[in-house]
T-cell receptor, first 110, second 115 residues
Framework: DAGVTQSPTHLIKTRGQHVTLRCSPI?????VSWYQQVLGQGPQFIFQ???????GRGNFPDRFSARQFPNYSSELNVNALLLGDSALYLC?????????FGPGTRLTVL | AQSVSQHNHHVILSEAASLELGCNYS??????LFWYVQYPGQHLQLLLK??????LVKGIKGFEAEFIKSKFSFNLRKPSVQWSDTAEYFC?????????????FGKGTKLSVKP
């Protein structure tokens, strides 16, 4: 069975640009969460979506947005990129209270 | 604000040594507790979880953890580590009543096992 997949694996952007990250959950999972993991820190919650609706939002600025599609895949969008947005962005899909993580997208902002 | 503390940033052990990684959380309500592991170059994987019942939970690869409610702790243990246990370990908490997808993670503990 395929796990959570994310694309792209790596991305390099410059300050002020916009980025879109994509996530496909495990088949049958209807909930997707996004986390940001800065080097040396644990993952920090950004958003959760369930059945295409936002169910939770972490302490991130409005430059961060997300959506979920009818097939339960999800996009995370970040506008006006800052150097501090450089991080590993993790997607997790969940069934009940257990989350399954994808490999992440490594975003570097120059 | 709720938080999770992992006291050890980097632990170095020899093979066959015993392991205990500390985890404390700050929240007075009901919690679900998790330990995740991230092997070099791989994604986060669930080691074990506690929702309710027996406070001593057993996970994969010989790991176990004990929930001590009075100490707000959920320490991870393994009696005898192997070189293949070299990885980063994250404690995480889900707050009952919170967003289901919202896990609060500690900063992680890097474990290096010398062969």
């Amino acid at each position: 069975d395929a796990g959570v997949t994310q694309s792209p694996t790596h991305l390099i952007k410059t300050r002020g640009q916009h980025v879109t990250l994509r996530c496909s959950p495990i088949s049958g999972h209807k909930s997707v969460s996004w986390y940001q993991q800065v080097l040396g820190q644990g993952p920090q919650f950004i958003f959760q979506y369930y059945e295409k609706e936002e169910r939770g939002r972490g302490n991130f600025p409005d430059r961060f947005s997300a959506r979920q599609f009818p097939n339960y895949s999800s996009e995370l969008n970040v506008n006006a990129l800052l150097l501090g947005d450089s991080a590993l962005y993790l997607c997790a899909s969940s069934l009940d209270n257990e989350q399954f993580f994808g490999p992440g997208t490594r975003l570097t902002v120059l | 604000a709720q938080s999770v503390s992992q006291h050890n940033h980097h632990v170095i052990l020899s093979e066959a040594a015993s392991l205990e990684l500390g985890c404390n959380y700050s929240y007075g309500g009901t919690v679900n507790l998790f330990w995740y592991v991230q092997y070099p170059g791989q994604h986060l994987q669930l080691l074990l979880k506690y929702f309710s019942g027996d406070p001593l939970v057993k996970g994969i690869k010989g790991f176990e953890a004990e929930f001590i409610k009075s100490k707000f702790s959920f320490n991870l243990r393994k009696p005898s580590v192997q070189w293949s246990d070299t990885a980063e370990y994250f404690c995480a908490v889900f707050l009952e009543g919170g967003s289901q997808g919202n896990l609060i993670f500690g900063k992680g503990t890097k474990l290096s096992v010398k062969p």
